[in-house]
């Protein structure tokens, strides 16, 4: 039984750092694509970042782009996302999320079969 379990989350001040983690469990780690995802209240859940099952190949939303980053220890069977230069905007529950696949083909939520509970986010002006 696939499980994600997201930490790291908080509060934080605007041009500061946060970095999430994703705990996975119940399957090989180092086969899959993983991503992240953020939902802010009102508005419906969007992608963030993603990586190929080898960590080499990574995406990322336009609006993170520079300053976000998704990483992955296979050791630890663990993928990151590090926040930097943070902005309100970035306020969100953020979730992490497994794909079936090694590669995503398009950056939405339905190339991911497994997600986390969630972790909120919330950066001050």
């Known amino acids: 039984q696939v499980q994600l379990v997201e930490s790291g989350g908080g509060l934080v001040q605007a041009g500061g750092s946060l970095r999430l983690s994703c705990a996975a469990s119940g399957r090989s780690f180092t086969i899959y694509a993983f991503g992240w995802f953020r939902q802010a209240p009102g508005k419906e859940r969007e992608f963030v970042a993603a990586?190929?099952?080898?960590?080499?190949?990574?995406y990322y939303a336009n609006s993170v782009k520079g300053r976000f980053t998704i990483s992955r220890d296979n050791a630890k069977s663990t993928v990151y996302l590090q926040m930097n230069s943070l902005k309100p905007e970035d306020t969100a529950i953020y979730y992490c999320?497994?794909?079936?696949?090694?590669?995503?083909?398009?950056?939405?939520?339905?190339?991911?079969?497994?997600w986390g509970q969630g972790t909120q986010v919330t950066v001050s002006s």
């Open positions: 999320a497994e794909s079936n696949a090694r590669f995503i083909s398009t950056m939405t939520a339905h190339q991911f079969a497994y």
């Open positions: 990586d190929s099952w080898s960590g080499g190949t990574t």
